[in-house]
């Protein structure tokens, strides 16, 4: 059974870093993409970055260039994301995502449950 | 960044009707979309992907259709069960996967 699990999520002042983690199980993780989506409170889906499975290809969202740096290890089959200058705007919760790629193109079969990040002063 | 708009933005059906949502891409993405569900304190589930391609275990009543810009899913006849938020997601620049800002599918 595939299982994503986050975790890292926290209350964090505006300027400040938090880094989340997402631990992998159920499938062969090296072989595949992961993501990172977020959801801000009442609010809609927005990609915020993805990675390759061997780290060559890596993409952020306008939103969080510059400030978040996407990681992974596959040794320890973790996902990670550093925030870094985290601003109010960045609350919300944080999903980890499989990708998977087919003929049909690049899609997210699997989600965690998500963490919570609360950016406030 | 492509950009994805979906219409409407919520709707109201009964049970056992027709329903259809729309996207739109800002540029062409041939066939890379896909649709996701979601319930409320719930994970996105994937429905279809490759804007045709139902996910395994997916109920036959959701269908997708389009390419280039233009997209949309169907539900045949809603169950109650399938209330919830709708959200289409390209997939041409990946990893980048941009998504639409949602349809909120409510019972009337």
């Known amino acids: 059974e595939v299982q994503l699990v986050e975790s890292g999520g926290g209350l964090v002042q505006p300027g400040r870093s938090l880094r989340l983690s997402c631990a992998a199980s159920g499938f062969t993780f090296d072989d595949y993409a992961m993501h990172w989506v977020r959801q801000p409170p009442g609010k809609g889906l927005e990609w915020v970055s993805g990675i390759n499975w061997n780290s060559g290809n890596i993409g952020y969202a306008e939103s969080v260039k510059g400030r978040f740096t996407i990681s992974r290890d596959n040794a320890k089959k973790s996902l990670y994301m550093q925030m870094n200058s985290l601003r109010a705007e960045d609350t919300a919760l944080y999903y980890c995502a499989k990708g998977r790629a087919a003929a049909g193109g690049h899609y997210f079969d699997y989600w965690g449950q998500g963490t919570l990040v609360t950016v406030s002063s | 960044d492509i950009q994805m708009t979906q219409s409407p933005s919520s709707l109201s059906a009964s049970v056992g009707d027709r329903v259809t949502i729309t996207c739109r891409a800002t540029?062409?993405?041939?066939?890379?979309l896909n649709w996701y569900q979601q319930k409320p304190g719930k994970a996105p589930k994937l429905l279809i992907f490759?804007?045709?391609n139902l996910q395994s275990g997916v109920p036959s009543r959701f269908s997708g259709s389009g390419s280039g810009t233009d997209f949309t899913l169907t539900i045949s006849s809603l169950q109650p069960e399938d209330f919830a938020t709708y959200y289409c997601q390209q997939s041409y620049s990946a990893p980048r996967g941009s998504f639409g800002q949602g349809t909120k599918l409510e019972i009337k």
């Open positions: 490759g804007a045709s």
């Open positions: 540029q062409s993405i041939n066939s890379y």
